[in-house]
């Protein structure tokens, strides 16, 4: 019993995960809006501290993506320290031997059998939990720059519009064209746009389906854990015991 072996370190697997990414996408996306409306944004950024493109758009559709990414390496990695601790209750009964018999032991070796199926259940959800949790910033981001492409081509539409609306009587004309250019353009991003955030919606569900399994598994193991801490409790009761009556007849 005391020459029980780890068969694997999980913590070797729990290191912090790198941030993958460069942190300037709020920039970039700024300057995909073009030099009018990220211009704009710009002076007004500079001039009160406040963003609206950053506070407005992007922030609340990108969010934090490199934390996502972070979570989906993090998820990873506590998928292969759950299978390391499973491998290693799978060990137990082979290194204790015979050391080790009676009702206490086959006890011990049902509860660590059940709690290592369990454990067993666990690394395939982390792995969908890091694969969702990176796709889900792959969609956060798709969303941000398909904001980023409409408030490009809108200012460049309302910059078109106004050269237009410039010249007398011409101009007037035109302005029926323009808004009816508007409008189909409103009408094609309006449906593409909506069925994006659906999707980040309908995704964000599945993550949530996940997770429930994973804290379902986790609940079973910590009742089992229970059940095992007060029947180790019960075996040093007993032991102690017997080591009061062993010194009482001596």
Known sequence: MTNLTPTDNPSSYL????NPGSGMFIWQLRMQCGVVIGGVDGVISAITGFSPLEEWVFKPLAGDWNALDRGAVAWSSAGRAVQ???NNIDAL??????????????SFANAQATIA?????LPGSCDAMSEMTSTLADLARTIAEFVAMIIKALSHWAMKMLASAAVPIAGQ?????WIAELGAKIATWV?????MINAFVSFVSK?????AKISGVIL?????????????KLIDKAAQQTTASSAAVT
């Open 93 to 106: 009964p082979g290194q204790i031997g015979d050391a080790w018999s009676g009702a206490a032991f086959t």
């Open 173 to 177: 004309v035109a302005m029926g064209g």
């Open 191 to 195: 449906p593409k746009l909506t069925g």
């Open 220 to 232: 079973k193991i910590d009742k089992i854990l229970a059940t095992l801490v007060k029947a180790v």
């Open 84 to 86: 390391a601790v499973a």
């Open 15 to 18: 290191t912090s995960p790198a």
């Open 117 to 121: 199926s369990n454990l067993k259940e």
């Open 207 to 211: 993550i949530s389906a996940v997770v």
